[in-house]
């Protein structure tokens, strides 16, 4: 019985990120906001829009989407849980609100701005 809760802890542990990547995340949203402003389908720039998203709020936070996947699985709890500083966590915040508005957002062209402006946003707040 020990050994089966030994084991159950131990895979706990390694499901768990060790550490907290922000830089890794930030990267991550910035990068796929910045292909989703790059893509011609609607549904290709929404689901990379969507990664940005999840990396922003963390599996806990609202907006996530499992189904969309990702990336920032293995870097920490998301962006906006995993930062420190008051203000960055305000900014990350607005910026996951906006980039939910262009997931919704049934215009591919608009869907792309707001895919840029989130990749603009991320990159200044990264700073």
């Given at each position: 019985?020990?050994?089966i809760m030994l084991l159950a802890g131990a895979a706990a542990?390694?499901?768990t990120p060790a550490f907290a990547d922000?830089?890794?995340e930030l990267s991550t949203a910035q990068t796929h906001a910045g292909m989703a402003s790059t893509q011609a389908d609607i549904m290709?720039?929404?689901?990379?829009l969507q990664h940005a998203v999840n990396c922003l709020v963390?599996?806990?936070g609202d907006g996530f989407d499992a189904a969309a996947g990702n990336p920032c699985g293995k870097a920490g709890m998301g962006a906006i849980p995993d930062s420190t500083d008051a203000a960055q966590k305000a900014k990350l915040t607005?910026?996951?609100m906006t980039a939910k508005a262009g997931v919704a957002n049934t215009d591919l062209m608009a869907s792309q701005?707001?895919?840029k402006d989130t990749a603009d946003a991320i990159a200044a707040a990264s700073k």
């Open positions: 019985m020990n050994k542990l390694l499901a922000l830089a890794g290709m720039a929404h689901k990379h963390g599996p806990s607005s910026i996951a701005k707001v895919a």
